[in-house]
C-alpha cells in the first residue's frame, strides 16, 4: 500500500505564512510557549543549527506555523514570513512606501 501524501493549499496573498522566535535559550522558551500556548515545539537538524519546529496542538503531521533557533546576530524579535505573489514587485513597492530592506532575499531550499 502507497503512504498518502497530503497538499496544503496555498497561502492567501499577503498573508502570515510562517514566524521566526529567536531565543537566546531555545529549549527553555520552548517549554514557555508550549505551556502558554500549548504549541507543540519539536527540536530539528536543519543543516549546521539547531532549529525547533512550532505547530498548533492539534496540527497534523509536517504542519508548522513557525520555528525557532538560538540567537547569533543580536536579533531582537520575531521574524515574520509572509507570502507574495512576486518578491521583486512586493520589495520594490515596499521600498516605495518608505521601508528599508535589511536582509535581501534568499532561497530557502526545499521550502521557499
Same mark, same amino acid.
Not at 7 to 13: M, Q, S
Given at each position: #500500500?502507497?503512504? &498518502?501524501?497530503?497538499?496544503?493549499?496555498?497561502?492567501?496573498?499577503?498573508?502570515?505564512?510562517?514566524?521566526? !522566535?529567536?531565543?537566546?535559550?531555545? *529549549?527553555?522558551? &520552548?517549554?514557555?510557549? *508550549?505551556?502558554?500556548?500549548?504549541?507543540? !515545539?519539536?527540536?530539528?537538524?536543519?543543516?549546521?543549527?539547531?532549529?525547533?519546529? !512550532?505547530?498548533?496542538?492539534?496540527?497534523?503531521?509536517?504542519?508548522?506555523?513557525?520555528? #525557532?533557533?538560538?540567537?547569533? #546576530?543580536?536579533?531582537?524579535?520575531?521574524?515574520?514570513?509572509?507570502?507574495?505573489?512576486?518578491?521583486?514587485?512586493?520589495?520594490?513597492?515596499?521600498?516605495?512606501?518608505?521601508?528599508?530592506?535589511?536582509?535581501?532575499?534568499?532561497?530557502?531550499?526545499?521550502?521557499?
Amino acid at each position: #500500500m502507497e503512504a &498518502a501524501t497530503t497538499t496544503r493549499p496555498l497561502p492567501r496573498e499577503s498573508t502570515l505564512v510562517h514566524f521566526e !522566535i529567536p531565543a537566546n535559550e531555545p *529549549e527553555t522558551t &520552548a517549554r514557555f510557549y *508550549e505551556q502558554l500556548f500549548n504549541w507543540k !515545539i519539536a527540536k530539528v537538524p536543519m543543516g549546521p543549527m539547531d532549529y525547533w519546529l !512550532i505547530s498548533h496542538k492539534d496540527a497534523g503531521e509536517n504542519e508548522t506555523m513557525g520555528g #525557532m533557533y538560538k540567537k547569533t #546576530m543580536g536579533e531582537t524579535g520575531f521574524l515574520n514570513h509572509f507570502s507574495v505573489v512576486n518578491i521583486d514587485q512586493s520589495l520594490a513597492k515596499a521600498t516605495n512606501l518608505g521601508a528599508k530592506v535589511v536582509k535581501a532575499k534568499e532561497e530557502v531550499p526545499n521550502v521557499g
